[in-house]
């Protein structure tokens, strides 16, 4: 296993707990929370997975709209771009909820993807591979794939660094 591949274990493991949140009412978990991260405007990159009435998604990156972090207030901000990983809006059909994967995609599937971001080595903002990337401010694609590379290798040092299973460092269990 590499650090790379625990990153992926935590990913699914907060797709698990948004799907268990939203049992609760609760509409996603910010796995960046679990990881000591409290984005900032000069780091405001977050880790989210969402269960929210029929829509799940995971979404890394600076998705922060025109309100500081840091102040709390309106701002003139750039956006440095993120990546939604994985979205889907479930089916109905017969009164039940249906989709495609029972618990978000795969630990396999997210380490292909997590790779994938790490060694930037996407041709588009649209792939097979993620549901989309969203540009930076300048729409500049190269400056965005360098910042989502960045995002990964913060995130992954961190979950490597911590000795605890990928799930514990989530619930915030003891070692």
Known sequence: MDKYFKLAEFIKAAGEKAIEYAEDGYKGCLAHISLGIKPTDEQPEILEAEDD?????????????????????????????YVILYSENAEYKNGKTIYKYDAFPSVEQIYKQVKALKRANYKSNKTALFHMVYLDDNDDFEATKKYLSEVIERFADIVWSDKRRALDILEGADA
């Open 53 to 81: 009435s029929g829509y799940r998604a995971i979404i890394l990156g600076d998705t922060r709209g025109n309100v500081s972090y840091n102040t709390g207030k309106r701002a003139n901000l750039f956006h440095k771009g």
